[in-house]
């Protein structure tokens, strides 16, 4: 405990993933907590804006599940995948592993399962209090306060607090304050990709069982478009369509009637068209959702309000990274209070920011080429070798090398930008050496991976000389 856990009140405006997380660290570690939500509680309303129900859960994003100790309740919420399952339009498959240590995998989770949970251990604190239908729409940066309108009532109500965390969001209420202070420079960039998703499903087959392989994430790419499919525990797949909004031969503008809809998947994805059996009825009621990345500077205001989370670095769901992200702001936040705490909130804010940042930078560009690299290069014979090469590295020599995709996912011990320069050297040393032909099958695996790493460790001396000159 540091010298700043005494009974101070703090305020966390957002109760999604984030904000649950951190509401419960927070509690545990002796403060005052206030968790209060826009939206209905959702144990006992069901939402479904259209936002992905089942994500990714990997290493990064479990080491702030095991921070508030809630492991083992989350083990029981995850499907296993290990690897990517590829299909060609030819309906061909091919498994593609995520690493060649068998003991790594990502994990399929319901949004929705895992933000309950998170909200039932936060009802077992009874120095934490969780405040929902409460729509922000002032926040007070020099006094840490925040007022908010009841959603059925319409009263308002302002709350005071020692200091105010924004865990609220893409569309974050906190960051529009300090966005629309005049107090203060605030830096705020937001890019759209060209494509939209949309939301589908493959029920679960007759026998409740499952209509493809269960442990793995399933991916169509196609060029400019795809599909992807995730499992859910009740035996179905969230299946997810990325698409140009327009202005492309296929599209979410073109897609306008039952028979363009079925004659699409029928060209682009054999294969799946027979296990979406509601497939016109979902594509016409699901809603479209945009595909956006947003950065900002700085996340904290006075000493006395900070964000995190998508409010302060959402990012494209390319590498499954968006909500292990957050997990491990918590996870850092923590253990700047750690360090710092004696020294006040500013300070911890001040540190918390220069340590994160920079790594959050990077997954949200890691996040945009892995986009590219899902839908085009992942059905390139190319690519495809590149992988083969790297998971038997991972398989032969697995404390010598991880891929790109490895360091980003399984070696939490790293940050992102770290995973990031080493991967793409990585990425660029071992597509030359295959399309300069000197890495032959009558070289040993060992002697593969000392070129390998040589060629990399080159990568990295040049650009590292660029850079300083």
């Not at 251990?121 to 120095?127: I, S």
């Not at 929902?132 to 059925?152: E, G, R």
């Not at 995709?405 to 770290?418: A, D, H, N």
Request: overall charge negative.
């Amino acid at each position: 405990m540091t010298k700043m856990s005494k009974q101070e009140h703090i305020l966390i405006i957002g109760a999604g993933l984030c904000g649950s997380l951190l509401a419960l660290r927070m509690a545990q570690r002796g403060y005052k907590v206030t968790l209060i939500e826009r939206r209905p509680d959702l144990r006992e309303v069901h939402q479904d804006a259209g936002r992905s129900i089942n994500l990714a859960l990997s290493d990064r994003g479990l080491k702030g599940i095991k921070l508030v100790g809630l492991e083992d309740r989350v083990r029981e919420l995850c499907i296993p995948m290990n690897g990517r399952m590829l299909h060609d339009k030819e309906s061909n498959t091919l498994f593609s592993p995520y690493s060649g240590r068998t003991d790594e995998f990502i994990n399929s989770i319901s949004r929705t399962d895992l933000n309950i949970m998170l909200l039932n251990a936060a009802d077992e604190y009874d120095t934490l209090q969780v405040l929902f239908n409460q729509s922000c729409s002032d926040v007070d940066l020099k006094n840490a306060t925040a007022t908010f309108v009841d959603y059925h009532t319409k009263e308002e109500q302002t709350i005071a607090a020692d200091i105010i965390l924004g865990t609220d969001g893409a569309g974050s209420a906190v960051r529009k304050s300090m966005y629309m202070s005049r107090d203060f420079l605030f830096s705020f960039s937001q890019d759209y990709l060209g494509h939209g998703y949309k939301e589908l499903t493959f029920p679960p087959a007759e026998d409740g069982g499952y209509r493809t392989e269960k442990n793995a994430l399933h991916i169509w790419p196609r060029g400019r478009d795809m599909i992807i499919a995730l499992p859910n525990l009740d035996g179905s797949f969230t299946v997810t369509l990325f698409i140009d909004y327009e202005d492309a031969p296929d599209s979410f503008a073109s897609l306008n009637s039952p028979e363009a809809i079925t004659e699409y998947f029928t060209r682009q994805f054999p294969d799946a068209v027979p296990m979406m059996p509601d497939l016109v009825k979902d594509y016409e009621e699901n809603p479209v959702g945009p595909l956006g990345t947003i950065k900002c500077h700085p996340w904290n205001a006075f000493g006395k309000v900070c964000i995190m989370g998508d409010a302060a670095h959402a990012i494209v769901p390319f590498y499954g990274q968006g909500m292990n992200a957050s997990f491990e702001d918590v996870v850092v936040f923590d253990e700047t209070l750690d360090k710092f705490g004696d020294q006040g909130w500013e300070k911890v804010f001040k540190e918390f920011e220069k340590t994160r940042k920079p790594d959050t930078d990077a997954i949200a560009d890691l996040a945009v080429d892995n986009f590219h690299e899902m839908k085009e290069h992942t059905a390139h014979p190319m690519f495809q070798e590149k992988r083969k090469l790297e998971t038997a590295f991972e398989k032969e020599f697995p404390e010598e090398y991880y891929s790109k995709y490895s360091l980003v996912t399984f070696k939490e011990e790293i940050g992102y930008r770290e995973a990031m320069i080493r991967g793409r050297a990585q990425n660029k040393a071992i597509l030359n050496l295959l399309d300069d032909g000197v890495l032959p099958g009558t070289l040993s695996r060992k002697q593969q991976l000392e070129a390998v790493l040589k060629a990399t460790n080159d990568i990295l001396h040049d650009d590292a000389v660029l850079q300083n000159l």
